[in-house]
């Protein structure tokens, strides 16, 4: 399992990709079949927001993606996080009614 941190105009410190790293670990308590995560931040406008995309490669299904924004790059990384834990566990439990 490989976890990727990307910055479109901004600079990734050592302090964001750990941040991001450990956020993502999460990840895989939910679903157990994840390849890569890759996490892009970027800069959402000229006024300080950024924004975040958190793209999780899962086996035979389409890759998760989950956006998010706000002023804060942490709070950011953590919402996205959310939403693509959400993602995830919703896959889960539609799997388990299907079998």
């Known amino acids: 399992m490989r976890i990727d941190v990307v ?3 901004v600079e ?5 990709r750990t941040h ?5 670990q ?28 958190v793209v999780v490669d ?7 993606v989950a ?4 002023p804060d790059l942490y709070g ?3 919402g996205a996080i959310a939403k693509s834990t959400r993602q995830l566990t919703d896959f889960k439990e539609k799997t388990k009614i299907h079998r």
């Open 26 to 53: 999460k990840l895989l308590r939910h679903f157990d079949r994840t390849q890569l995560i890759t996490i892009t931040a970027g800069k959402a406008d000229h006024h300080g927001s950024f924004g975040v995309e």
């Open 12 to 16: 990734i410190t050592e302090a964001i």
């Open 7 to 9: 910055g479109r105009d």
């Open 67 to 70: 956006h998010a924004a706000g």
């Open 76 to 78: 950011v990384i953590e």
């Open 58 to 64: 899962v086996e035979h299904h389409d890759p998760f």
């Open 20 to 24: 991001a790293e450990a956020k993502s």
